[in-house]
């Protein structure tokens, strides 16, 4: 099993920044790809941001790409997305995803078995 905890989240104006974190316990989540994906009211959850176990491959959403940044530190067991630019759109619930059903970052949310509770970002206009 592994346990996720996200944290970061908040209301801020467009142009703004926030920096969302993802603890993990359990199960040797450094091990695996991480995912952070969003769910707006009324949406389907959609995938944003996937890196593999190193960090050393990241993948992102056309959407959010040169804005959003994901990276993780296994030391501490914990992935971040750097949200710069924010816009109204990007304001959504926040997961963060682990996947242990392979090595790949996968954009599809049936991929992944372990979620954390979600955190809540607000882009005001």
């Known amino acids: 099993q592994v346990q996720l905890v996200e944290s970061g989240g908040g209301l801020v104006q467009a142009g703004g920044s926030l920096k969302l974190s993802c603890a993990a316990s359990?199960?040797?989540?450094?091990?695996?790809?991480m995912a952070w994906f969003r769910q707006a009211p009324g949406k389907e959850r959609e995938f944003v941001a996937g890196?593999?176990?190193?960090?050393?491959?990241?993948y992102y959403v056309d959407s959010v790409k040169g804005r959003f940044t994901i990276s993780r530190d296994n030391a501490k067991n914990t992935v971040y997305l750097q949200m710069n630019s924010l816009k109204p759109e990007d304001t959504a619930v926040y997961y963060c995803?682990?996947?242990?059903?392979?090595?790949?970052?996968?954009?599809?949310?049936?991929?992944?078995?372990?979620w954390g509770q979600g955190t809540q970002v607000t882009v005001s206009s």
């Open positions: 359990g199960r040797t989540a450094s091990s695996y790809s």
């Open positions: 890196i593999n176990w190193s960090g050393g491959t990241t």
């Open positions: 995803a682990v996947t242990s059903r392979g090595r790949s970052i996968y954009t599809q949310a049936s991929r992944y078995n372990y």
